[in-house]
């Protein structure tokens, strides 16, 4: 199998030959059709991220190199171990990345994306930059008929992360929008499964004009451009004091400032994006505003599944999906540390 894979943390990735696994138990052999290419892989690529104020959190550890990045797995079972049930050789399937140890009470409650022992597929073992990718159970391998390929992938990360995080705002009242801070590929995600869940259309802001207007092609109900000065004042005075909750899909301090100024008294800010910086709000306005900041981190398995049925159903717009070859990772990094990508890239061993 031929992988691209991080030989020394922040250099080009190189192409690495290796010997192709037999499944064992029940792990399951993919051969790789499709796999997204990540912001977070950036940062893992980089082998740190921002936590602001020029403190760096490092992320180098419990990796052996070389690694397969990758965690957005779309392929065809080509092999399976003699306990893997319930999948077939020529099944086309999505891989759940977000496996735990299986173990803990995190695990044991269906929360393996929290789990303190992680083994996310091209987080801390192979993943998807790669001809083939093995995955350690058939559960984590979820059947996406219907749903376009190379799509199809990136639900597993961007998909599940704006899902995962429009499903903790809980119910929102028809009369109120929520807010998308961010409108990338996760964003943009984002933005259709709040179309899908909650009764009105959310309003959206990015710094990118080019973003704000895809993002009214794709059903917003209207954007704003936190780099003008009035953009907050125009947000409050458009929804009658704030929105209820908004997503944060930067995660930058210049978006988080944004998100946190634009809810209402009793709001809610969820932040999902890992641009990297510091916060910092006068602790007063938390009871004074009855704000809550949290945030979310992908989702779980079953959430993989709930998501998975509304796409299947057709009920999420596609986001513009830029296919390219396997040998182009590199570059496809560096674009998107440049910011200079429109929906998602997706890999094609
Ligand atoms: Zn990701
Ligand atoms: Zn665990």
Not at 7 to 29: I, K, N, R, W
Not at 83 to 100: H, L, N, T
Not at 212 to 221: C, E, K, P, R, T
Request: proline share 6%.
């Amino acid at each position: 199998m031929k992988s691209e894979a991080i030989v020394e943390y922040g250099a080009p990735l190189q192409s690495v030959e290796s010997d192709l696994p037999t499944p064992e138990g029940a792990q399951v052999l993919l051969k790789v059709t499709h796999c997204g290419v990540c912001h977070s892989d950036v940062h893992l690529h980089d082998g740190h991220f921002d936590m602001g104020g020029g403190n760096k959190l490092d992320v180098r550890g419990g990796r052996k190199l070389p690694f397969t990045l990758g965690h957005e797995i779309e392929g065809e079972v080509i092999a399976v171990g003699p306990d893997a049930e319930g999948v077939a050789v020529g099944d086309q399937r999505v891989a759940y990345p977000w496996i735990g140890c299986g173990d803990c009470p995190t695990c044991r409650r269906g929360e393996e994306h929290l789990c303190n022992k992680p083994q996310n597929l091209g987080i801390q073992v192979a993943g998807g930059y790669s001809t083939h990718a093995l995955v350690p159970h058939p559960r984590y391998l979820l059947d996406y008929a219907g749903v376009t390929k190379g799509l199809a992938a990136t639900y597993m990360c961007s998909g599940l992360t704006a899902y995962s995080a429009m499903k903790k705002l809980g119910d929102i009242s028809p009369e109120e929008r929520v807010a998308v801070v961010g409108l990338g590929g996760v964003g943009m995600m984002g933005l259709q499964f709040a179309k899908t869940l909650f009764d009105a259309a959310p309003i959206g802001a990015d710094v990118d004009e080019n973003k704000l207007q895809a993002a009214m092609g794709s059903g917003a109900h209207a954007v704003y451009n936190p780099k003008d000065d009035d953009a907050i004042k125009k947000v409050l005075a458009d929804t009658n004091g704030g929105v209820p909750a908004a997503v944060d899909f930067v995660g930058s301090e210049s978006s988080l400032q944004f998100a946190s100024s634009i809810v209402r008294k009793g709001g809610q800010v969820i932040v999902v994006g890992l641009f990297g910086g510091g916060f910092s709000m006068p602790i007063p306005m938390f009871p004074m505003r009855a704000i809550s900041i949290g945030g979310s981190y992908v989702g779980s398995l079953q959430e993989t599944i709930d998501m998975m049925e509304l796409v299947k159903a057709g009920e999420i717009d596609p986001i513009p999906v830029e296919e390219r070859p396997l040998n182009q990772a590199t570059k496809s990094l560096d674009d998107l540390r440049t910011g200079g990508v429109m929906g998602r890239v997706v890999l094609k061993p």
